[in-house]
């Protein structure tokens, strides 16, 4: 079995914005929102064969997935600007995985490994004014990056028992 799905998407703001109140359109139209990709895709491929002798079916599944970029926020400001909240832009990140089991009626065990090539995917950057935490010093002014990533590569067995119909 062989699958795939993949989305277009053209996800920008319609009209202009003043989000301060001082008469100066900080959002313009044709912005690209945040964190949504223009891209993304996955494709997977699954085969199965019977076991006879344990009554029930084994089966190899690789899937892939990608993602393109996106930014960290709406407002166009960078690392310089005497704002807070600077944009920053995630990139793009492809992760595959894969799983070998078996199936019977009511039960399933698999070996699998998430992540196979270990990709580092940073899915959200930001960065600002933080009081509470101890961050760098810039302008006198104590500021905190945070960076939020996906799980690296993992591996392990999985048992899976159904009861009932």
């Keep these: ?22 008469g100066v359109a900080n959002v313009l139209s ?5 964190i949504t990709p ?10 199965n064969w019977p076991i006879d002798s344990l009554d029930g079916n084994g089966y190899v599944r690789l899937q892939w997935s ?9 407002e166009q400001r ?7 909240n600077p944009q920053f832009v995630n990139q793009s990140y492809n992760i595959g995985d894969l799983s070998i089991g078996f199936q019977a009626e009511s039960w399933d065990v698999s070996f699998f490994v998430n992540n196979l090539a270990d990709e580092r995917a940073q ?12 961050g760098s010093i810039q302008d006198g002014r104590p500021h905190t990056k945070r960076i939020y990533t996906n799980r690296p590569r993992e591996a392990g067995v999985r048992f899976t028992k159904s009861w009932g119909d």
């Design 123 to 134: 899915y959200q950057h930001s960065w600002g004014i933080n009081e509470y935490t101890a």
């Design 38 to 47: 223009e891209w993304t895709g996955a494709a997977w491929a699954t085969y």
């Design 78 to 84: 960078d690392l310089s600007s005497d704002e807070p």
């Design 1 to 22: 079995t062989v699958g795939f799905n993949a989305e277009w998407l053209e996800a920008e703001t319609n009209t202009a914005l003043d989000l301060t109140g001082d």
């Design 30 to 34: 044709g912005q690209a929102l945040p």
């Design 66 to 74: 990608y993602q393109g970029s996106t930014i960290s926020n709406i």
